[in-house]
């Protein structure tokens, strides 16, 4: 593995500026004196106290419409500010023990980029992929123009970019669609920027594919775990747990390779409170979430049960982007228990660091009914997922455990050290062994 150590204590707060703080969509958008970025700021107190250690910005950078046609990786998008803005934001997450990481688009620019309106203009293509008839695009986008990877001007271009904005403080970089650039690129690229900052995270959004083989070939410190999240969300609506079982084995296999990013939402899918069926299994998600192998990130207001469908549609992220104001205002009660939750299974992590690697097994399973443990080395934590009508009862002893003290629980007893255990319907028990 080649992650930074600190990275073992990450717990990232993920936001998507341009949506945050009302940039985009905006009619008229707002301008640099605005100085939106700020707002940011006045949230990182919140993430402080959610029990984050990171926050992980979406697009930043100059662009026409979300952020993901860039025009220009080396400033600051004008509908959020400027230069001094962005520094006190880096300032004050730092200030807070709060690291930074930065998306950064390398697959594909927008139509506004100053070479591609250059190859337009005087037919010179080679920044770019060209079929010689047309300029090839991002998954049929026709504003986002795809980069020629094999290209050295591109590379250093990357590399470049990369090392600007970790000189100016970042922490490291998530690589948006790297699953459509070829492994080489990030081969070439990822060294070059690690000689001078041998402490940055690199992590890839990668979808489908054999994740560990993209790690080995292109030098990624890691990758977006979707097939998880997918089984998380899945399992838990279809009543299917051996769904879930199978994808933490694959989990298992990816933790001898590297540490996935694992997240239960994104500013990419729907949020978890919209897309589970019984909003009582969010608590399942989430205790998924913070107890098995991962650097965890959580989607800004999915701390407090925020609701947002994407739909495939223009416009069709914006209900899963919007404005925030001020933190947990509106927020229903059980948003409020959501976000206690958050706190807590992020205080329960923080004290078992080892979680970060840790590997599961399978003690007791049906298609509604789950136990797992969380183990590295010596250290383990016993976790009962129970989504029945029915409650689920089992001996710690099946399991190999004399007894064991309940570390957190829905309807948990009030004993803290048991040796039978018995879960209420659709609920949870965390058991740390005696």
Same mark, same amino acid.
């Given at each position: 593995?080649?992650?930074?150590?600190?990275?073992?204590?990450?717990?990232?707060?993920?936001?998507?500026?341009?949506?945050?703080?009302?940039?985009?969509?905006?009619?008229?958008?707002?301008?640099? *004196?605005?100085?939106?970025?700020?707002?940011?700021?006045?949230?990182? =107190?919140?993430?402080?106290?959610?029990?984050?250690? #990171?926050?992980?910005?979406?697009?930043?950078?100059?662009?026409? +419409?979300? #952020?993901?046609?860039?025009?220009?990786?080396?400033?600051?998008?004008?509908?959020?500010?400027? =230069?001094?803005?962005?520094?006190?934001?880096?300032?004050?997450?730092?200030?807070?023990?709060?690291?930074?990481?930065?998306?950064?688009?390398? !697959?594909?620019?927008?139509?506004?980029?100053?070479?591609?309106?250059?190859?337009?203009?005087?037919?010179?293509?080679?920044?770019?992929?060209? !079929?010689?008839?047309?300029?090839? +695009?991002?998954?049929?986008?026709?504003?986002?123009?795809?980069?020629?990877?094999?290209?050295?001007?591109?590379?250093?271009? +990357?590399?470049?970019?990369?090392?600007?904005?970790?000189?100016?403080?970042?922490?490291?970089?998530?690589?948006?669609?790297?699953?459509?650039?070829?492994?080489?690129?990030?081969?070439?690229?990822?060294?070059?920027?690690?000689?001078?900052?041998?402490?940055?995270?690199?992590?890839? $959004?990668?979808?489908?594919?054999?994740?560990?083989?993209?790690?080995?070939?292109?030098?990624?410190?890691?990758?977006?775990?979707?097939?998880?999240?997918?089984?998380?969300?899945?399992?838990?609506?279809?009543?299917?747990?051996?769904?879930?079982?199978?994808?933490?084995?694959?989990?298992? =296999?990816?933790? *001898?390779?590297?540490?996935?990013?694992?997240?239960?939402? !994104?500013?990419?899918?729907?949020?978890?409170?919209?897309?589970?069926?019984?909003?009582?299994? %969010?608590?399942?998600?989430?205790?998924?979430?913070?107890?098995?192998?991962?650097?965890?990130?959580?989607?800004?207001?999915?701390?407090?049960?925020?609701?947002?469908?994407?739909? $495939?549609?223009?416009?069709?992220?914006?209900?899963?982007?919007? $404005?925030? +104001?001020?933190?947990?205002?509106?927020? =229903?009660?059980?948003?409020?228990?959501?976000?206690?939750?958050?706190?807590?299974?992020? #205080?329960?992590?923080?004290?078992?660091?080892?979680?970060?690697?840790?590997?599961?097994?399978?003690?007791?399973?049906?298609?509604?009914?789950?136990?797992?443990?969380?183990?590295?080395?010596?250290?383990?934590?016993?976790?009962?997922? !129970?989504? *029945?009508?029915?409650?689920?009862?089992?001996?710690?002893?099946? %399991? #190999?455990?004399?007894?064991?003290?309940?570390?957190?629980?829905?309807?948990?007893?009030?004993?803290?050290?048991?040796?039978?255990?018995? %879960? $209420?319907?659709?609920?949870?028990?965390?058991?740390?062994?005696?």
């Amino acid at each position: 593995m080649t992650e930074p150590g600190w990275v073992e204590h990450a717990i990232w707060w993920q936001v998507y500026p341009l949506g945050f703080v009302g940039a985009y969509p905006a009619d008229p958008p707002p301008g640099p *004196d605005e100085h939106r970025l700020r707002r940011i700021v006045e949230w990182l =107190d919140h993430a402080v106290e959610l029990g984050a250690s #990171g926050i992980a910005l979406c697009p930043i950078f100059e662009s026409r +419409t979300h #952020g993901y046609d860039t025009t220009d990786h080396y400033r600051i998008d004008r509908r959020l500010g400027d =230069d001094a803005d962005f520094d006190q934001l880096v300032a004050e997450a730092h200030r807070r023990g709060l690291r930074v990481l930065l998306d950064g688009v390398f !697959n594909h620019v927008g139509t506004d980029f100053p070479r591609y309106r250059q190859a337009v203009a005087d037919g010179d293509t080679d920044w770019f992929r060209y !079929n010689g008839e047309q300029f090839e +695009t991002f998954e049929g986008h026709g504003e986002l123009v795809a980069l020629n990877h094999d290209n050295p001007e591109v590379v250093d271009y +990357t590399v470049d970019v990369m090392k600007h904005w970790l000189r100016r403080g970042v922490d490291g970089w998530r690589l948006d669609a790297a699953y459509a650039v070829p492994d080489r690129f990030w081969a070439r690229v990822l060294p070059a920027v690690r000689a001078e900052f041998s402490d940055a995270y690199f992590v890839a $959004e990668v979808i489908h594919g054999d994740y560990s083989a993209r790690v080995r070939n292109s030098g990624f410190d890691s990758v977006t775990q979707y097939e998880l999240w997918k089984a998380i969300w899945s399992s838990l609506n279809d009543g299917n747990l051996y769904e879930l079982d199978w994808a933490l084995q694959r989990h298992n =296999d990816f933790l *001898d390779v590297f540490v996935p990013m694992t997240f239960v939402g !994104n500013h990419d899918v729907t949020r978890i409170a919209s897309k589970l069926v019984n909003n009582r299994h %969010i608590e399942h998600a989430l205790v998924l979430l913070f107890t098995i192998g991962g650097t965890p990130s959580v989607y800004a207001g999915d701390e407090a049960g925020y609701r947002g469908v994407k739909e $495939e549609r223009f416009g069709g992220d914006d209900a899963v982007r919007p $404005e925030f +104001t001020t933190p947990l205002m509106g927020v =229903d009660a059980q948003g409020h228990d959501i976000f206690r939750l958050h706190q807590y299974l992020i #205080g329960l992590r923080r004290r078992h660091p080892w979680l970060h690697t840790a590997r599961t097994s399978a003690a007791k399973l049906s298609n509604t009914q789950y136990v797992y443990t969380s183990q590295a080395g010596s250290d383990r934590l016993i976790v009962a997922l !129970n989504i *029945d009508e029915a409650p689920m009862s089992f001996s710690l002893g099946e %399991i #190999g455990v004399e007894n064991g003290r309940v570390a957190a629980g829905s309807g948990a007893p009030p004993q803290d050290v048991i040796s039978q255990a018995r %879960i $209420e319907p659709h609920g949870w028990l965390i058991i740390a062994p005696e």
